[in-house]
């Protein structure tokens, strides 16, 4: 899909994602090239396994990339340095964090190191960040628990308001509504849509909820063994981009409601 005279916030060209083990190399996803237009939400569909992880983390920088090249605001990750790269891009990983022994509001302050002088100490702009990111996730009343205290869901709200604090124009979020219920799971993709209609984000996620990725998305990423294919949920539906994605004998997709079910 083309995107004609819109500022490109994240470009993937001629990109080929997987892992190196010793001596060779296993390619996951190959020849993926896509321009994410600033100030939309992208979902990332696909099967189990077929390497929306993989490609999250290599467009993140997080794994070295096997070829091609991903770009930020018009450059290189390869030229950022990973301070430079922090304040462009944040991540929401599946991943528990490193230390459970942090309060939330200790989780949430950390999103804020790119921005802070080299003492670490918060201006009153940084505090506000982190105010306002609890505040719009729900978590302030979970401020002064640990994050080994937090049911799933709730420590997956905590790393939404990470994010948030860093206060990027790009968040990406690998399955940011997995362990939610399903009121957080519509709040978290609501408070999503906003943050790039109200602040003009522009937020790549995954997701296995395909269907609500179509209502909400303005743009998506259909991910299939030999393709990854990108354009807005209805020229996907038109072009049955969503018809293969699983076993058609036990799934199948209905075009007029954009919904699956499962077939008898
Ligand atoms: N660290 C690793 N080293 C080697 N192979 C890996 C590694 N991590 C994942 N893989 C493989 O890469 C492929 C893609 O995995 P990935 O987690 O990216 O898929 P996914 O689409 O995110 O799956 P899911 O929907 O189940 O989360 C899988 O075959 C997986 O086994």
Same mark, same amino acid.
């Given at each position: ?52 992880? =993989?490609?999250?983390? @290599? +467009? $993140? ?14 450059? *290189? /990750? ?58 719009? =996730?729900?978590?302030? @009343? +979970? $401020? ?14 905590? *790393? /939404? ?104």
């Amino acid at each position: 899909m083309a995107a004609k005279g819109k500022h490109i916030m994240l470009e993937a060209r001629n990109l080929s994602v997987g892992y190196f083990s010793k001596r060779n190399h296993t390619t996951i996803a190959k020849k993926i090239s896509f321009q994410l237009p600033a100030g939309q939400l992208v979902g990332l569909v696909g099967a189990n396994g077929v390497g929306k992880s =993989t490609l999250l983390r @290599s +467009l $993140a920088g997080m794994q070295p990339i096997l070829s091609g090249n991903v770009y930020i605001n018009g450059e *290189a /990750i390869s030229e950022k340095t990973a301070l430079q790269l922090a304040t462009q891009l944040s991540v929401v990983l599946t991943e528990a964090p490193a230390s459970k022994n942090l309060t939330v509001a200790e989780l949430v302050t950390l999103g804020r190191q790119p921005h802070t002088n080299w003492m670490g100490s918060l201006s009153e702009k940084d505090t506000e960040k982190i105010k306002h990111a609890m505040t719009i =996730t729900d978590t302030a @009343s +979970l $401020a002064q628990k640990k994050c080994f205290e937090l049911s799933d869901g709730q420590l997956q709200r905590a *790393a /939404i308001a990470r994010a948030l604090a860093q206060d990027t124009p790009l968040i990406i979020l690998d399955e940011p509504t997995t362990h939610l219920d399903l009121y957080h799971r519509a709040y978290v993709l609501k408070l999503l849509k906003q943050l790039t209609k109200q602040l003009g984000k522009t937020i790549l996620f995954s997701t296995h909820e395909i269907d609500l990725a179509i209502q909400l998305s303005d743009t998506m990423l259909v991910m299939q063994e030999d393709v990854v294919i990108i354009d807005t949920p209805c020229k996907l539906i038109e072009a049955g981009a969503f018809n293969t994605l699983f076993p058609e004998d036990t799934i199948a997709f209905d075009s007029k409601t954009g919904r699956f079910s499962i077939k008898n």
